[in-house]
């Protein structure tokens, strides 16, 4: 539970994406808390003003640059010594930002390689984030046989707990599995299956959450579910009839990752 009492102060950054597929991180200009810890640029939203707007003038102030447009992503609540803060975290990709990059607030920046970032410090309350951003945001396969996609280091897999061997990094288990253990398998990233809303916030210490949608009205609750704002990154696992209906609504509302299953696609 949350105790800090202070106000929360709501806070807008960009992660922001260019063609090789690279996230752009920033540092903290001079006489800001955490001065020189690297961050996503962003700021705070102003009274009055919408959370897009304040993305949008928050790149154009510190970075010279005109984002077009955003998808929402995570939402964390961090409390620092200087500040309760709400952050909401938006995702820029490639073609939907414009203009030459400039350090405006004498601050530096840096395309970043998700998996491997190679700056720091990094400001704490973004940790998890940048391990979110190494998880893919298509993926492909059958639960039972093990799901891939690819990020910028290759080749990314996930395989059912039951069948891992100590080579493989990425672990998907059922939330009801996961009560009966009490704990979270050992891996580089665990992701928790759900398969309706009342099992979210029994997998809050899972790296990713995976929602097995089977039809329409699961399809509706994983839009409701993003539209309250998410803490950690949401995966849908769906067939094709499924995405076809629903991947702009799910992307448009801030899911992490589609999953196709395949299972019924021709062989
Ligand atoms: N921009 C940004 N802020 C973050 C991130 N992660 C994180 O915990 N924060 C925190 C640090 C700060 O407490 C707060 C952002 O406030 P800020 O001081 O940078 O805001 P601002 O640019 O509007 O500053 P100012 O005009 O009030 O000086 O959010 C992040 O990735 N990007």
């Known amino acids: 539970m949350n105790q800090d009492a202070r106000p929360l102060i709501r806070v807008v950054a960009g992660v922001v994406l260019n063609h090789d597929g690279d996230y752009l991180l920033s540092s903290r200009p001079e006489g800001k808390p955490y001065a020189g810890y690297w961050e996503f640029a962003g700021g705070k939203v102003e009274p009055l003003e919408n959370e897009m707007d304040a993305l949008k ?13 955003a998808v929402p992503w995570l939402t964390k609540i961090h409390a620092y010594e200087h500040a309760h803060v709400h952050l909401r975290f938006f995702r820029v990709a490639a073609d939907d930002w414009s203009g030459r990059l400039q350090a405006k607030e004498g601050q530096q920046w840096s ?8 700056v720091s410090p990094m400001l704490p309350a973004n ?3 940048l391990k979110a951003l190494a998880v893919p945001t ?6 039972n046989t093990g799901l891939r996609g690819e ?5 990314y897999r996930v395989v059912p ?14 939330e009801n599995e996961l009560a009966r253990r009490g704990k979270l398998p050992e891996a580089k990233s665990v992701w928790a299956v759900i398969d309706e809303a009342a099992q979210w916030p029994r997998v809050q210490d899972a790296d990713v959450v995976l929602w097995r949608v089977a039809d329409n009205t699961a399809a509706e609750a994983v839009c409701a579910l993003l539209t309250e704002g998410v803490s950690l990154p949401l995966a849908v696992y769906a067939d094709a009839a499924l995405m076809r209906r629903f991947a702009e609504r799910w992307r448009a509302a801030g899911v992490h990752a589609l999953v196709l299953n395949d299972e019924t696609a021709p062989v």
């Open 57 to 69: 003038r928050e790149f154009a102030e510190e970075l010279g640059i005109t984002i077009h447009r």
């Open 111 to 118: 395309w970043q390689r998700a998996g491997d970032f190679t």
């Open 127 to 129: 940790d998890a984030l």
């Open 138 to 143: 298509e993926l492909f396969g059958r639960l």
């Open 151 to 155: 990020n910028r280091m290759g080749e």
């Open 161 to 174: 707990f039951a069948q891992a061997e100590p080579h493989h990094e990425n672990v998907w288990i059922d």
